[in-house]
C-alpha cells in the first residue's frame, strides 16, 4: 500500500542570551556541574522570577526573521509536569498567547535523498507554515551513572523559543532542507547559535501517514529531541517504514512519544503522548504579561541584519553569480560577511566565490575551522586573487599560500609570494631565450606544429616551463612560442 507521510515539527532553539531566563546565572556551555545555579532557577519556595528583556526581543527577532505576526499583548502560563530535571514542577511557557504565530519560510528543496553527499540538485519551491514561535525555559540534565543519577541544573532557566510548524512536510529531504534554512536565519539574526551537537536546537518529530492527500490525518507520533540533522532524516526514515508495517497488516498507530536511538538506529516508545488538559496550564501569576510596543517593536525590526534569501537574492542580481553559488555564500552569516568584505576589498565577486568553494571549503574541513575563524584576512584573500590575476603568480601557487596560511603561517601574501619563490616569469626576453632554445632543441614536436598538429604545442610549452622551474607565466610561453613557430 502506498501512503502519504505527514510531518510536523517542534523545534527547540537556546537563546543567545548572556543570562537565564528569570535570574541573572550565566547560559555559558560547558561549566561543570551546578556552577550557574542560584534560588531562582532551582526552584526554591518564596523566589520570584523576574523576565529577561532580551528573551522578549530575541523572540520577536526570530518571529520577524520567519515572517510571523507579532502578538504585542502576551503573557507566560505554568505547564505542570514533575520530573527531576525541573525543580519548580511546572515550566513556565506560554500557552494561548505566544509572542509570535503564523508565520511561514520559502524553502527550495533539494530533490532526493538529504544524507547522499551529492550538491547541485535539482530544487523545488515551497512553502512551510509556522504556527507558532513562544519563549519557555530549558530544563536540566539528568547524569546517569552505574547505579545512580546525577543532576546538573546548569541549563535550567536557559531561555528556549520553540517553533512549531504546521504539518506541511512530506519528506525526510524537506525537513533537512527547513531545518538547513531555520538554523541558517537563526544565526543570522544573532538569536541562537543553534550547536546541535551541544543540544542549543533541538527537534521534536510528530509523523504520521495517510491513504492519500486527501484523506483525514492519521494517529501521531512523536519522536523527542532529536540532536543531528542527519539524525533526524534517519528517524523520520524510521518511524514512516514502522508505521507503513504496522498499518499494512491492518494495525493502529498508537499516539506515542517516541525516542530516537540513532547510535543503534531504531526508535522506541517512551510514553502515550500527553494532552493539553494533562499539563493543567493556567496562567503565571509572578510574571507581568508582555507587551512590546510600537516603539520597542520598531527598534526590533530594525536590528534584524540582512537575513540570507534577501543576500542570495542580492548576489544573484548585483554580482550575476549562478544560484549555487549564491546558496553556498549566504548558508552561513560569517561566509557571507567574509564575502562581502573580500568583495569591498576589491576581489571580483565569482573569484572569490570561487575561490571560497573550492580551496576554503576544502581547507576550513582539514583543519576543522568554522567560518567565523578563518586564519586570512578578506583583505588577503582579495590580494591573493590579484596576485593570480596579475599573472604574477600561478593559481597553482595561490592554493600554495593559503596552504601555509590555513597551516599557521603568519607571514602576508607578498611575503610568502617572495619566500615561497612563487614568483612567475613574466620577463619576456628571459623567456624568449628559453623558448628559442627549447625550439632548436625539439625539432619532431616543432615540426608537428609547422604541419598543422596544434597540440605539439603543448609538449613545447611544457618544456619551457620545465626549464623555467615551472615559474614561467605560461600565457607568455604560450604566445612567445607561437611567434616563434609563426
Ligand atoms: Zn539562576
Sequence with gaps: MEFETVIGLEVHAELSTQSKIYCTCSTAFGASENTHICPVCTGMPGVLPALN????????????????????????????????????????SQYDLPLCYDGYLDIDVPEGDPLDGKAQKSTYRKRFGITRIHIEEDAGKLLHGAGSTRID??????????????????????????????????????????????????????????????????????????ASMSATVRAIEYE??????????????????????????LNYAMRSKEDAHDYFYFPEPDIMPIEVDDEWLGRIKASLPELPNARRERYMADYGLPAYDAGFLTGERALAEYFDDAVAAGAPPKSASNWLMSDFARLTNEHSLTWDALPLSPEDLA????????????????????????????????????????????????????????????????????????????????????????????????????????
Design 383 to 486: 590580494k591573493c586573487i590579484a596576485l593570480v590575476e596579475s599573472g604574477k603568480i600561478s593559481r597553482t601557487s595561490g592554493s600554495k599560500i593559503l596552504d601555509a596560511v590555513f597551516s599557521g603561517d603568519t607571514r602576508t601574501p607578498d611575503e610568502l609570494v617572495a619566500a615561497l619563490g612563487l614568483a612567475q616569469v613574466s620577463d619576456e626576453g628571459a623567456i624568449r631565450a628559453m623558448c628559442e632554445e627549447v625550439v632548436a632543441n625539439n625539432p619532431k614536436p616543432v615540426a608537428d606544429f609547422k604541419a598543422g598538429k596544434e597540440k605539439a604545442l603543448t609538449s613545447l610549452v611544457g618544456q619551457v616551463m620545465k626549464a623555467s622551474k615551472g615559474k614561467a607565466n605560461p600565457a607568455l610561453v604560450n604566445k612567445l612560442l607561437r611567434e616563434l613557430l609563426a
Design 153 to 226: 541544573y546548569n541549563r535550567c532557566g536557559v531561555p528556549l523559543i520553540e517553533i512549531v510548524t504546521e504539518p506541511d512536510f512530506r519528506t525526510a529531504g524537506e525537513v533537512h532542507a527547513f531545518l538547513t534554512m531555520l538554523r541558517s536565519i537563526l544565526i543570522y539574526a544573532g538569536v541562537s547559535n543553534c550547536r546541535m551537537e551541544e543540544g542549543s536546537m533541538r527537534c521534536d518529530v510528530n509523523l504520521s501517514l495517510r491513504p492519500g492527500p486527501d484523506a483525514p490525518f492519521g494517529t501521531r507520533t512523536e519522536t523527542k529531541n532529536i
Design 240 to 265: 514512516r517504514k514502522r508505521q507503513k508495517k504496522v498499518l499494512e497488516k491492518g494495525g493502529v498507530i498508537t499516539q506515542d512519544t517516541m525516542r530516537w536511538d540513532d547510535e543503534r538506529g
Design 53 to 92: 528583556k532580551s528573551v522578549v526581543e530575541y523572540c520577536v527577532k526570530a518571529g520577524l526573521a520567519l515572517n510571523c505576526k507579532i502578538n504585542q499583548y502576551s503573557r507566560q502560563d505554568r505547564k505542570h509536569y514533575f520530573y527531576p530535571d525541573l525543580p519548580k514542577a511546572f515550566q513556565t
